[in-house]
């Protein structure tokens, strides 16, 4: 049994045009120990995906629709309410996109971090600050004590994230969630906290889901990866799996349009053309059809097959894809040298 | 040239709007009340809208007619070729020949004699007044349950018994009318065991006649639908109905104007503020914090005591204040949207700040203004209802609901329900499509629903 | 080929841009942000100069200044011989049209509520550029070169996905008929498929248009593909300026270095590891003592710390670096296994 | 100085307490000016005390027991008297800072501010009360009293001529911080002096026909038991005080009620002119909110009340207590001077200055159908400039409403018909059709204008919100005329302060006046030169000032009241002054226990609590009681109004 498994999950989105399917049956599974990259770009459902692990879609307009979200084999989705605080925090750590909003900017960071550990393990002042301290230190914050005394505006978007990260880690969960943590971060941060967030790790063998758009941390982050697409996991498998042999076109071409050191300057770079179907009326075969790129490329016949027939992930495997006609195996994905 | 297509923000804020029913609805019916209060003057008005005498129209609405004209008779010590015409009472003066000209002629049966003579003594029995749904205008006192009865007592006292007959006709008492007639009256004011002679008066105070029961003396008089009194008499005997309507009209548009002047002034110096920043903004934030430590109903008071209040006056006072708070929100909305790359990018192709402001960025900052207005409308009529009542709005007798509401929280107006009930209820009603407006624009604008995290 | 080769078409000559940083009730300066801090550099015609850097190391201020959307503190903008720094009404307006602007983000960039034509046609309104139906034609034809169909003219910026608008964007830049566009990271807020579309587009009309380009970015892989020559920012100071290949390949300041280092690698079975740059940048308020990167920087002596370095030659005019061992880093292998972007027109 | 001004609040009913502050106003804006020319002023400055000396061997002493009881001898003496008060008193001094509401009438009238001599109620005449004998000296200012040796205070301390020098002394002391009585000592009294125990000389600053009237209004206070010091204010607000009248308090519910309790053994007992007075042994007042007076006495918790309301008197008491004759009303009409009131025009407006223009909005003023139709014809038309005091002009009469004379009037004054009203074309009327359509119906295209075209247009000053349900309808006859009346209510105090600086067009305020009414201040030409004084028309000519000269020093009592009348006559004459109400009556309601004397309240009664002259039947009281169980009906009194001095046919012969 996996750590966490995410099986056929459906959330929904009241809006006023209709009900958006952001997520759309999604199913994941992330073992101990192990880090899943989860990477899609915006709208893909990821981030959504993420929340409902720990329940968190907002309601309303949020509403689950269907699956179940299993962490060690207990259902999150229809647990009741009151078990969730001992959930979260405690087994699974979230940390989000956004350190800037993330932190409360009235209280120090002291405060914030001692409130996790008096709520989790009602830990004295004292012992809670020296605690704090220690996984401020953890977490590379230079003069660790001093820190515990500033407010959230005092410290720089980096310090942010890596308190944040230290308050993820503060309970010693068993899966952290991380949410683009590095998105709004500067290169050579996002490589300090890349970084840290792998030395934390190998230390304390926390599972780890990384959910990102940019492929390059997928790459050096991550065991497994799966590949979203308009509210669906499209591909999974190890990572290298997928960037060497991408199976199917949408991750094929979101590698492709990547420039990359060797490609030819000011050389046309590769595109999906078309846009994202609507998620609140979905086509009814592949979503990615479309645009798809290899679709075009097939006979009549199969090329109707992928606009009828919504091709569906299966669900084991070592490298499942839910594509009717996946590219040949072997062939190395992208322009790279 | 083609018309411009609304935005497609704007357009959805509009869809939405109109998919609240409540506050749709709202907006409909107070809009309605509006154009009906605009032509207030043919709903409630005493000079009537259309006379047909002895073979001639006349429309007093656009002419002024003595009561000469009519051959109306004035009241003592005027002269009929002064003063206007009653419209009101030609009508019950003609209808009241009509009924005696009825009854003659059933009397007169077929004598071609009797039949001449009653055709010349009732001359008008064909003529008619259309008046106004309401024939009382605001201002005129209309003491007709005090001085009709007191005629009538002065004709029956005299002995002239067709004559009390012939008013109480003439006012719509007909029971009175037959009492008279048959000498009922008699026994009904005789002097009795352990009480004088009864007057008219005592019969409408005491209820002993049905149709005169509850007919006060003095004003306030209550709702008497004979008299077209809808809504009863104030305490001068002015139609309240009248009165409210009227007030309806002034304190919408009142409220109007005001809102109007106060939130453009506001959205100019607060769209400034927030774009120019700087020095402006700190100056004219510390001015601002100077206005709003003044007390404006001092102002208002002590602008009163040097100038006769009207209504232009007192929106130019209002207005100093009304504007304030609107620009808080216009420049913290500029503040916000003049970060965003469109006014950037209209910089960079070298737009004025004129252009910048009012055609980029003035139309993405309106939200507040749009939400905001109805309820700066509610605070406006609270405020010219407030200050009428105090005594500090309009003089006197300008028909406003602040001076109605004051005569009903007299003490000695406590059990006039109708003087409590009609301004207030209007108040209440009117304040409450405003809030539905408001609330749905609101939603309409910022449809965020109420949201939580299990 | 560089960019000396031929008259520049915008020179900038010690820019500072200065911020004062007030503070009272009546907001008295009391210090300064220094964005830009003395900044020379050069745009060839027809050519792209990339800027790069990370957050607050002044990029973006430095493009606003060089459009004078921002008025130096000091230093000069030529463009053609006229100075853009202190041009004034009617000839900043004709300035202007020179030089136009694509934004980072497309879906604040364009007013929501005006149409498609509307934003295209504005330049051309506040410039009084033709009468009513030929701003109508040159519409449909920008909207036409930019890769949009006729038909978007009439709907409105929230019907389109945000390469279409950054398209827009384009194309709005492009009314008045400029020979600078200065872009402002204009793709790092798209989807990795689309960004494509829109780099492509401006290789075009680079091509096409005979357009130079500033080409503002902090992500290296992208400025590696668009660029002819690039110059390396911290804290308001150009560090390195080089012609794309030889930065790539011979980075010569520490920083250029660290940058390269950080960028994730794409193949997984090649992770970087290492971290490669401790702390981060400082706040530009004060000014430091010799080089700002100093406090950071691997290579860090003595000397570093007394002077602030000037921007200097390596080996060729062309590549000149802020930095005092620029020889000693030039010359030591990359950490990374990657090579350099090749030249145009190179088969991949 | 007993002039009176009163801002007019709403009703008749206007309270004397209400109006104490003002009196001190009026005081304030006068001066001491009242009489300036006087020799007798200038001889003696006030204070210049004379040293005591005995009495002038010829003194010849006088007294007067041959008025009428005041009282009934019917009385009977005993039982509580329950009242209400509007409001619980600030403090039980009768001199100093709130000393004058709602309670002071009482607290005054029969604890404390016992005179020397009193004016008898009915005839007018003077009777003794403190002094049994006095002797007005030939200069008519020295007066000697001889004090009655029997009268003692509460406490059993016997008064003597030092206790009114130390009252004087009081009034003209700081420590009372009273601005009022300061300048009334100064004003009045030369001296004071005590000749022996019970003799004592009052020296008035000046001569005078009146000279008991003006210098005799002091009372003893109690120089035994009294401190005189910086503290004085403070520490006797709340004290009970010691007096010399009937009665004293004897506790307080604090905010709720204050109870008197007679004196035992009061040394006034049997004293000819206290008969049938102070016939409760016990006063109860209780503080009840205004307007609720009728609910308490309905529930038997008070025994009587006086009803201001006539709305109330009209419509309120109709239920069984009253149809079945136990609880009684009576309208008790009393001959008290009423003040001037009424709309006031001012002489120096440039639409007032013309005589047949003032004279128009006389006879346009309907008094008639304002007090049938808003105030149940309960009230009187006020047509004397003097009105209530033997001044008044007999002869007079008002003028009247009369349209058609007023239309001559304003033909005479240059006004007519604006051209405009003339028939217009189509497009003027669609205009102005169009015009009242937008705008509310106030247009004043037919007001009437002069040669000139200004527009008979002015406005009108008032300062009390309750007064406008009569200025509209005043108005509305006013716009039939063709002249446009626009209102103005004002705060009270800015209403009044217009009226003093001769700031306003019309006007709508009103005077209370004293016995002896005072026309200097009024009309005479001195205060016609000068603003922020009683003259508030600016009226003032050479033959008015010499009949106030008249009034003011003539001895012969025949030609003062031929001047007043002749005064009264020019007043009415030049017309800049529209007289309007007065209300000569008291309205009561009590329980049929409750007892009074034939003539129900002395005619020159102004307050319940002036005289006290009725009483509770216990006998009937129990009867009542009982009566009121069994349901047996009383016959119900045919005539509310009681009018034993036939007041109301000289007013309404006036009116």
């Not at chain 4, 626009?486 to 800015?494: F, M, S, V, W």
Request: proline fraction near 7%.
């Amino acid at each position: 049994m996996s750590l966490l498994e995410i099986d056929a999950l459906q959330v929904g989105f009241a809006t006023e045009a209709g009900l958006v399917r952001a997520v759309d049956g999604v199913s994941l599974a992330v073992e101990r120990s192990q880090t899943l990259g989860l990477v899609g770009e915006s709208g893909c459902g990821k981030s959504v995906t993420a929340s409902s692990i720990l329940r968190l879609v907002p309601s309303p307009p949020g509403r689950y629709l269907g699956g179940a979200v299993r962490f060690d084999g207990a259902d999150i989705l229809s647990m009741p309410r009151e078990a969730l605080p001992a959930i979260r925090g405690r087994d699974i750590a979230m940390v989000f996109q956004d350190p800037m909003t993330a932190l409360n900017p009235v209280f120090t960071i002291g405060h914030q971090l001692r409130e996790v550990l008096a709520l989790r393990f009602g830990l004295a002042r004292g012992a809670a600050r020296e605690r704090s301290a220690g996984m401020l230190k953890a977490v590379g914050i230079p003069d660790a004590g001093a820190r515990l005394d500033q407010y959230p505006h005092e410290l720089s978007g980096g310090m942010k994230q890596r308190v944040m990260i230290a308050m993820a880690l503060l309970c010693r969960p068993r899966l952290l969630i991380a949410d683009e943590p590095t998105t709004a971060l500067d290169v050579t941060v996002q490589a300090q906290i890349l970084h840290l967030v792998r030395e934390l790790q190998r230390e304390s063998e926390t599972a780890v889901l990384f959910i990102t758009h940019d492929m390059g941390v997928i790459a050096e982050m991550c065991d497994a990866v799966a590949v979203m697409y308009a509210g669906r996991v499209v591909e999974r498998g190890s990572v290298v799996d997928v960037f060497e042999r991408p199976r199917h076109p949408y991750t094929k071409g979101l590698l492709a349009s990547l420039p990359r050191p060797g490609h030819a300057r000011k050389s046309p770079l590769a595109t999906i053309e078309g846009t994202v179907p609507s998620l609140i009326a979905p086509p009814a075969g592949c979503r990615f059809a479309a645009r798809c790129a290899h679709r075009r490329e097939l006979d009549a016949a199969r090329a109707r097959r992928c606009v009828e027939v919504d091709p569906m992930l299966p669900p084991a495997g070592d490298h499942p894809v839910a594509c009717h006609f996946p590219l040949d195996a072997g062939a190395p994905a992208g322009n790279s040298a | 040239m083609r018309w411009p297509r609304l935005d497609p923000i704007t357009r959805r804020r509009l869809q939405r709007f109109r998919r609240i029913r409540r506050g749709y609805y709202a907006l409909v019916i107070l809009l309605a009340a509006m154009v009906l209060a605009v032509f207030a003057p043919y709903l409630a008005e005493s000079r009537a809208i259309a006379v047909w005498y002895r073979g001639t129209l006349y429309l007093p609405t656009f002419q002024y007619y003595p009561m000469r004209t009519f051959g109306q008779a004035p009241p003592a010590g005027w002269d009929s070729a002064d003063i206007e015409a009653d419209y009101y009472r030609l009508q019950r003066e003609w209808g009241t020949e009509r009924i005696l000209y009825a009854r003659g002629h059933s009397a007169a049966g077929a004598d071609p004699a009797a039949l001449a003579a009653l055709a010349a003594k009732y001359p008008d029995r064909d003529d008619y007044v259309v008046m106004p749904p309401i024939p009382w205008n605001p201002y005129q006192s209309d003491f007709w349950a005090n001085e009709i009865l007191n005629d009538i007592q002065q004709a029956l006292d005299a002995g002239h018994r067709d004559d009390a007959e012939w008013l109480a006709l003439r006012d719509g008492l007909g029971e009175l009318a037959a009492a008279i007639r048959s000498g009922r009256i008699d026994t009904l004011l005789a002097a009795g065991k352990g009480h004088p002679k009864r007057t008219l008066g005592d019969l409408a105070r005491t209820g002993a006649m049905v149709s005169l029961a509850g007919l006060g003396t003095s004003p306030p008089n209550a709702p008497d639908l004979r008299r077209r009194h809808y809504l009863g008499t104030d305490s001068q005997g002015r139609d309240v109905a009248a009165r409210l309507l009227y007030g309806f009209r002034i304190s919408i548009f009142f409220a109007l104007f005001l809102v109007l002047t106060g939130q453009v002034i506001g959205t100019i110096v607060g769209s400034l503020q927030g774009y120019l920043g700087g020095r402006f903004d700190l100056v004219s934030q510390r001015l601002i914090e100077v206005l709003i430590a003044v007390p404006f109903l001092y102002v208002v008071i002590v602008i009163a005591a040097l100038f006769q209040p009207t209504f232009w006056l007192l929106i130019a006072i209002l207005s100093l204040f009304q504007w304030i708070a609107i620009t808080f929100f216009m420049r913290t909305e500029m503040y916000r949207e003049k970060t965003r790359e469109y006014c950037l990018a209209a910089k960079s192709y070298g737009a004025s700040h004129f252009r910048i402001v009012f055609r980029h960025l003035l139309p993405n900052c309106l939200t507040p203004l749009v939400t905001f207005t109805p309820f700066a409308v509610v605070g406006a009529i609270f405020a010219l209802t407030g200050l009428d009542y105090l005594g500090y709005g309009l003089p006197a007798p300008t028909p406003s609901w602040g001076e109605l509401i004051g005569q009903a929280l007299q003490a000695s107006n406590r059990d006039k329900l109708w003087l409590t009930l009609a301004p207030f209820g209007a108040l209440t009603i009117t304040l409450v499509l405003v809030v539905f407006i408001g609330e749905s624009v609101r939603e309409a604008f910022d449809p965020k629903p109420y949201a939580r995290y299990e | 080929m560089t960019a000396a080769d031929e008259a520049p078409l915008l020179v900038a000559e010690n820019v500072y841009k200065h911020y004062p940083v007030r503070g009272g009730v009546w907001g008295r300066s009391v210090g300064a942000i220094r964005a830009v801090d003395g900044v020379s550099l050069a745009v060839a015609p027809q050519r792209t100069l990339g800027l790069v850097g990370e957050s607050g190391c002044g990029k973006s201020t430095l493009g606003r200044t060089l459009m004078r959307l921002e008025t130096p503190t000091r230093g000069t903008v030529m463009f053609e011989g006229r100075d853009l720094a202190r041009a004034r009404g009617d000839e900043l307006q004709r300035l202007r049209r020179e030089i136009q602007m694509v934004f980072q983000d497309p879906y604040s960039s364009l007013n929501p509520r005006m149409t498609i034509g509307e934003i295209v046609r504005e330049p051309l309104v506040v410039h009084a550029i033709g009468s009513r139906t030929e701003q109508a034609r040159r519409v449909l034809e920008l909207l036409g070169t930019v890769g949009l169909d006729a038909s978007t003219i009439d709907r409105y910026p929230s019907e389109f996905s945000g390469g279409q608008r950054q398209r827009i964007g384009v194309a709005r830049a492009l009314a008045l008929g400029p020979r600078l566009v200065v872009a402002d990271e204009p793709v790092s807020a798209l989807d990795v498929s689309v960004r494509g579309q829109v780099l492509n587009l401006m290789l075009r009309l680079q091509r096409e248009l005979g357009l130079a380009f500033i080409f503002i970015s902090h992500d290296l892989s992208v400025v590696a593909h668009m660029c002819d020559t690039v110059a390396v920012m911290y804290l308001g100071r150009i560090v390195e300026e080089a012609p794309v290949e030889i930065l790539f390949a011979r980075p010569a300041h520490p920083y250029t270095r660290a940058l390269l280092a950080a960028i994730p690698s794409l193949d997984p079975r090649r992770r970087t590891g290492a971290v490669p740059l401790e702390g981060e940048v400082p706040s530009p308020i004060e000014a430091l003592a010799g080089c700002p990167f100093a406090p950071r920087c691997a290579w860090v002596t003595a000397a570093c710390r007394e002077d602030v370095p000037a921007l200097e030659p390596v080996e060729t005019s062309a590549h000149r670096a802020a930095c005092i061992r620029r020889a000693e880093v030039a010359a030591a292998p990359l950490p990374v296994s990657g090579a350099p972007p090749r030249a145009p027109g190179a088969s991949p | 100085m007993n002039e009176r001004r009163r801002v007019l609040g709403a009703a008749a009913a206007t309270l004397a307490g209400a109006l104490a502050p003002l009196r001190r106003a009026a005081l304030a804006a006068t001066g001491g000016a009242a009489v300036p020319d006087d020799p007798a002023t200038a001889a003696a400055g006030p204070g210049a005390s004379t040293a005591p000396s005995a009495l002038p061997a010829d003194v010849r002493w006088e007294t007067n027991d041959d008025e009428p009881l005041i009282g009934s001898p019917q009385a009977i003496r005993g039982g509580t008297l329950r009242y209400e008060l509007g409001a619980y008193p600030l403090t039980f001094r009768l001199m100093g800072p709130n000393s004058n509401d709602f309670f002071a009438g009482w607290n005054r009238l029969f604890t404390f501010n016992f005179g020397l001599v009193q004016r008898h109620p009915v005839t007018d005449h003077y009777i003794p009360m403190m002094a049994t004998h006095w002797s007005v000296q030939e200069d008519q200012r020295t007066i000697y009293f001889k004090l009655d040796p029997a009268a003692r205070f509460s406490d059993g301390h016997p008064v003597t001529a030092d206790d009114y020098v130390f009252t004087w002394q009081m009034m003209r002391s700081p420590h009372i911080v009273d601005p009022f009585y300061n300048t009334y000592a100064k004003q009045y009294y030369q001296s004071v002096d005590r000749i022996d125990d019970h003799t004592l000389r009052i020296v008035g600053t000046r001569w005078s026909w009146r000279p008991l009237y003006d210098f005799a209004g002091l009372w003893p206070t109690p120089a035994h038991a009294t401190k005189l010091d910086a503290d004085w204010v403070q520490r006797t607000n709340n004290q009970f005080q010691v007096t010399v009248g009937p009665y004293v308090i004897r506790s307080v519910v604090r905010g709720e009620s204050v109870t008197f309790e007679r004196v035992p053994n009061w040394w006034g007992e049997g004293r000819r002119y206290f008969i049938g007075q102070y016939n409760f042994d016990r006063i109860v007042l209780r503080v009840i909110p205004e307007g609720r007076g009728l609910d308490y006495l309905r529930r038997g918790e008070l025994d009587l009340i006086t009803e201001g309301s006539a709305r109330a008197w009209h419509e309120d008491y109709d239920f069984p207590a009253v149809n079945n004759g136990w609880l009684r009303r009576a309208r008790v009409m009393v001959d008290t001077p009423s003040g001037v009131f009424g709309l006031h025009m001012n002489l120096e407006a440039p639409i007032f200055a013309n005589l047949h223009f003032r004279k128009a909005m006389q006879y346009l003023f309907n008094f008639d159908r304002i007090n049938r139709n808003l105030m149940f014809d309960e009230y009187f038309r006020a047509v004397s400039f003097f009105e209530g005091t033997p001044f008044a002009d007999p002869k007079l009469k008002s003028y009247g409403f009369h349209p058609e004379l007023a239309k001559e009037e304003l033909a005479r004054a240059g006004y007519r018909r604006p051209a405009e009203l003339r028939p217009q074309g189509f497009f003027g009327q669609l205009w102005n059709t169009l015009h009242g359509i937008v705008f509310t119906r106030s247009d004043t295209a037919d007001v009437l204008v002069d040669e000139r075209g200004g527009k008979a247009s002015f406005s009108v000053i008032y300062g009390s919100q309750g007064l406008e349900r009569h200025l509209t309808v005043i108005q509305q006859d006013f716009r039939r005329a063709g002249v446009d009346m626009q209102l103005r209510l004002l705060e009270p105090g800015a209403a009044f302060e217009r009226a003093l600086e001769r700031k306003y067009e019309m006007t709508l305020v009103g005077y209370t006046s004293g016995f002896y009414p005072d026309p200097r201040q009024y009309l005479g030409t001195e205060y016609k030169k000068t603003t922020n004084n009683n003259d508030i028309w600016g009226f003032g000519t050479k033959e008015v000032d010499g009949l106030i000269r008249i009034y003011e020093r003539d001895p012969d009592a025949s030609a003062r009241i031929a001047a007043m009348h002749r005064i009264d006559d020019i007043v009415q004459d030049d017309a800049f002054y529209i007289p309007f109400w007065r209300s000569p009556f008291i309205r009561i309601a009590y329980w049929d226990y409750l007892r009074f004397p034939d003539f129900y309240l002395p005619r020159r009664t102004e307050q319940l609590s002036d005289w006290l002259v009725y009483w509770i039947d216990p006998a009937r009281k129990d009867a009542l009681a009982r009566d009121m169980r069994d349901g047996k009906a009383y016959p119900v009194d045919p005539e509310i109004d009681k009018d034993y001095y036939h007041i109301r046919r000289a007013v309404t012969n006036g009116g």
